[in-house]
């Protein structure tokens, strides 16, 4: 196959990126796992139990302030309600992007069902219809904006 | 370069593939249900529709039913249900104590020995030696069934149950002010009222899913007011346009402040009260408008204010949004009854209504909230108390005995004519050794009954036999016979929520072990202390339910047409129910609507409970609480749920998330008591009431007023319980948990 020289260091240098990318991927994949909680050892004590929105509202403050402002906020759908809690030894299972057909189904399933009808079932509610901005005062659009002027 | 293109595609679609292969595909929870069986949520008096998904027999997932008035929607608690079912603390064999420990035995001996103690004591001390605590979470049927075998088999009218800790207030109330018991409006008022007057309720953690309902009302229409009075800024007040953060226990007075100003803004209705009200005294002495209006005249805003601990000015501003917008909504719940003057703060609600004619027109009612899933059903309507018979009926009336003992086939004037003891009074007998046997269903009165260090010894000193699912429910350390039941899901009943409404929860699995159904544990028990098998001739719930639906249905209560097949094909139905192509009735009093009241009746209105057909406008002074802030005890301890727990917490601290995000009960204080104290968030704090001491982690922030204390009472190792007052309502014996003195110091 490899006639050249050239052509043999370059399979060997491919080789190489490709490991280096495939273990690079798959150390970070690791690593930093898309359910991953930075604070999860924290979570064990009394006084942080649960308490994601804390912790959030300083290492994520959007999305923190979102869900505050956001009906899921106003009507306390807490964060492991969606979810789940970050040891994930919960009852749902932990996740950034919780699934539409375990998780939203639980309380929107008539909505999931016209949804579904009209575009097939989506990997994501959340592309739509942002869950966290939803607001009742009609604010969290706005807190919306301007956090991202001032960012 | 020799890399042929055609060789670069195929080593970039290998990387491609490598890379594919290293990404984690989100595994799908295996949504193959076997099928979806309908049910009523498990916690509070909401009574939202579930589905319960069932997998090779079992139930792996719930949503909300999208057919029950809570249209799909779920909150936290039941989201979260599954879990509950599988918890490994459920007892699934009989136990009995034997050297102080409760070890396993076999139904017939556990039944035997229950049955054996029970007739002892009834033949050596009478049957009101027995007695009977059920649950405003218990079945319509279970509820039932245990009062008549307790009235009718035993003779004995010591049948009372958690809901006189919850809801007996509004008991008093309605039958005082309309001569009937429960809400004469229901949950679409949510949908076309103007105005929300929220008084001693949490709605947003008590009742989550109707606070959706709230919260979607004012967002449709910005000219809906939401008035809420709460002492604490809780997270129902984030809605509110008005919130009156009163002084703990001097909100009688506003009630009449806000009667005085809507007469002062002539907003009241001259021809409702014309027609449909008269006005009595704490003697029953009945008035004139003009006697009336001079009682109201110690109550203007500027003589209450300072009392109320709100501003003169704040309160004409809730009386005038109460009186002018077009509908108003009144909805109020333990703030309100767990006080010594809980039937009078229930009167002087339903008040406000009844001098402006809000009532019985879409948007306008004077609604009570109901703490459990089954209190206002199960338990009032079938008349599960110490002084009820079934279906609005009293002990006291001999024409209601009478009726009672035809329907049950008993010798006429054979029903016990003295009523039982309230709840109270009973712990308090078996203190005393005047009750010495006790069957408990479904309820935990170890952890739920107040100043605990006083009626602990009645339950250790009596013989305790316990219907109960979890192991580690407080009750069963007193136990010395547990009964484990079939839970939820695992049998078929009916569950009766704050609205009237009537929802089937129907068998979805069976149960674990050797549980068995609650109704045929009872029947078993009953027949083996000699009750008569014809008193009881029941082999399942429906049975019971049958026979429930004969009782009611001579009286305004009416559930004849809620048969058990059109509960399983419907989600819900709102007695009087006569006939089964009745739809069931939103609006009672009303002519058009509810069914009591015939089509020609002159009337619009008809409120038939009371003799002459009107409703009472009670002339109720302000009293202060039983146990005020003083200075030795200058704080005021209150307590209440949070979103996350259900009462004892028996079900909730089983749900991993829950058990994580909440568990422990904490003190919330004032940040400026705080300060004082020099207490910091987290410090641990000594509370110390005149019945007990209890350290908590302090909470500082500005929900509670200065001066108030609050502890949620879910958690089995903080019983506030054993810091709360026992003082009763003299009408409804109704314990005080919401107001008693304490004091606060850094530990």
């Known amino acids: 196959m490899f006639k050249t020289k050239t052509g043999k260091w370059s399979a060997v240098a491919l080789l190489a990126v490709i490991i280096v990318a495939v273990g690079g991927y798959a150390y970070v994949m690791a690593a930093f796992p898309e359910n991953r909680c930075e604070a999860k050892h924290l979570t064990d004590e009394t006084k942080m139990a649960g308490d994601c929105y804390a912790c959030h509202v300083k290492a994520t403050p959007k999305i923190a302030q979102d869900w505050y402002e956001g009906k899921h906020g106003v009507l306390l759908v807490k964060c492991f309600v969606c979810h789940g809690q970050p040891d994930g030894k919960g009852a749902i299972e932990f996740a950034a992007n919780p699934d539409p057909d375990t998780v939203c189904r639980k309380c929107h399933d008539p909505a999931v069902n016209r949804m579904q009808e009209k575009y097939g079932l989506r990997a994501q509610c959340n592309e739509c219809h942002p869950y966290h901005q939803n607001s009742i005062h009609h604010e969290a659009f706005q807190k919306t904006q301007s956090k991202k002027t001032l960012d | ?524 028990l009953a027949v083996r202390m000699g009750v008569d098998p014809k008193l009881v001739p029941y082999k399942n719930s429906e049975d019971v339910w049958n026979e429930w639906r004969e009782v009611s249905s001579s009286t305004p209560y009416n559930f004849m047409g809620i048969t058990r097949e059109r509960l399983r094909k419907e989600s819900g139905i709102l007695w009087p129910c006569p006939t089964e192509d009745h739809p069931g009735t939103k609006r009672r009093y009303v002519r058009g609507e509810d069914p009591n009241i015939p089509a020609d009746y002159p009337n619009k209105y008809w409120f038939y409970g009371n003799e002459d057909g009107r409703a009472v406008v009670w002339m109720r002074p302000q009293k202060p609480p039983a146990e005020p802030a003083d200075a030795e005890y200058p704080f005021v301890l209150t307590t209440g749920r949070v979103i996350d727990h259900w009462h004892t917490g028996t079900m909730t601290n089983k749900v991993p998330e829950i058990n994580k995000s909440f568990p422990e009960a904490y003190v919330e204080i004032n940040d400026q008591d705080a300060k004082r104290l020099g207490v910091q968030n987290g410090d641990n704090v000594e509370l110390i009431s005149r019945r007990g001491a209890m350290v908590f982690q302090a909470r500082v922030g500005d929900v509670c007023n200065p001066g108030l204390v609050f502890v949620p009472w879910f958690d089995p190792d903080r019983l506030i319980n054993e810091l709360t007052i026992d003082a009763i309502d003299p009408g409804s014996k109704q314990p005080e948990f919401k107001i008693c003195a304490c004091k606060v110091r850094k530990v």
């Not at chain 2, 936290?76 to 699934?92: D, F, H, M, N, S």
């Not at chain 2, 035997?112 to 059920?134: C, N």
């Open chain 2, 1 to 524: 370069m020799s890399l042929s293109r055609r060789d670069f595609i195929k080593q970039l679609a290998a990387m491609s593939a490598l890379t594919a292969l290293g990404i984690p595909t989100k595994a799908k929870a295996d949504q193959n249900i076997d099928f979806w069986s309908k049910a009523v949520c498990r916690y509070c008096g909401t009574g939202c529709g579930v589905m319960v998904g069932v997998k090779d027999g079992k139930v792996v997932t719930v949503k909300g039913d999208p057919n029950n008035h809570n249209k799909g929607l779920l909150c936290l608690k039941g989201a979260l249900l599954a879990p509950v079912i599988y918890a490994k603390e459920r007892v699934t064999k009989p136990l009995i104590r034997r050297n102080g420990k409760l070890e396993p035995a076999s139904w017939d001996e556990a039944l035997d020995l229950t049955a054996r103690k029970f007739r002892e004591s009834i033949d050596k001390f009478g049957p009101e030696s027995v007695g009977y605590y059920g649950s405003g979470q218990a079945l319509t049927e279970e509820t039932y069934l245990a009062s008549k075998i307790f009235k009718a088999g035993l003779k004995s009218n010591n049948v009372e149950g958690n809901p006189r800790l919850c809801m007996a207030s509004a008991v008093g109330g309605y039958t005082t002010t309309f001569g009937k018991d429960e809400p004469c409006g229901c949950f679409e008022d949510i949908d076309a009222t103007s105005c929300f007057f929220i008084f001693g309720s949490n709605t947003s953690e008590c009742h989550p899913v109707l606070f959706r309902r709230i919260a979607d009302r004012k967002q449709s229409d910005p000219k809906v007011k939401v008035i809420v009075v709460d002492p604490r800024t809780t997270n129902t007040a984030r809605i509110a346009d008005l919130h009156l953060k009163v002084k703990a226990g001097n909100d009688l007075a506003l009630l009449n402040a806000m009667a005085y100003v809507i007469f002062r803004e002539e907003l009241d209705d001259p021809r409702f009260i014309e027609r449909y009200v008269h006005f009595k005294d704490n003697e029953k002495k009945t008035h004139t408008l003009e006697e009336y209006l001079r009682f109201l005249d110690d109550y203007t805003p500027e003589k209450v204010a300072d009392l109320v601990g709100v501003t003169a000015e704040d309160i004409w501003r809730a009386g005038r949004m109460f009186g002018e917008a077009p509908a108003s909504l009144s909805l109020w719940c333990m703030g309100a009854n767990q006080r010594t003057r809980g039937v009078w703060a229930n009167n002087l609600i339903s008040n406000l209504h009844l001098i402006t004619g809000k009532i019985g027109k879409p948007g306008s009612s004077p609604f009570s909230l109901t703490g459990q899933p089954n209190a206002c059903g199960g338990v009032r309507d079938t008349g599960g108390l110490s002084h009820l018979l079934p279906a609005g009926r009293v002990i006291a009336k001999k024409a209601h005995r009478n009726q009672v003992e035809k329907q049950w086939g008993i010798p006429q004037d054979s029903l016990n004519p003295k009523p039982g003891l309230h709840t109270t009074a009973l712990f308090e007998a078996m203190s005393k050794g005047e009750v010495n046997c006790l069957l408990t269903l479904c309820t935990n009165p170890a952890h739920s009954l107040p100043n605990l260090h006083k009626f602990n010894p009645g339950l250790k000193q009596c013989f305790l036999a316990c219907i109960e699912t979890f192991s580690d429910a407080k009750t069963l350390e007193f136990a010395d016979v547990v009964f484990p039941p079939s839970f939820w899901v695992e049998r078929e009943g009916v569950y009766g929520c704050s609205e009237r409404r009537y929802a089937l929860i129907g068998k979805a699995i069976d149960a674990p072990g050797e549980c068995r159904d609650s109704v045929n544990i009872l029947v078993d």
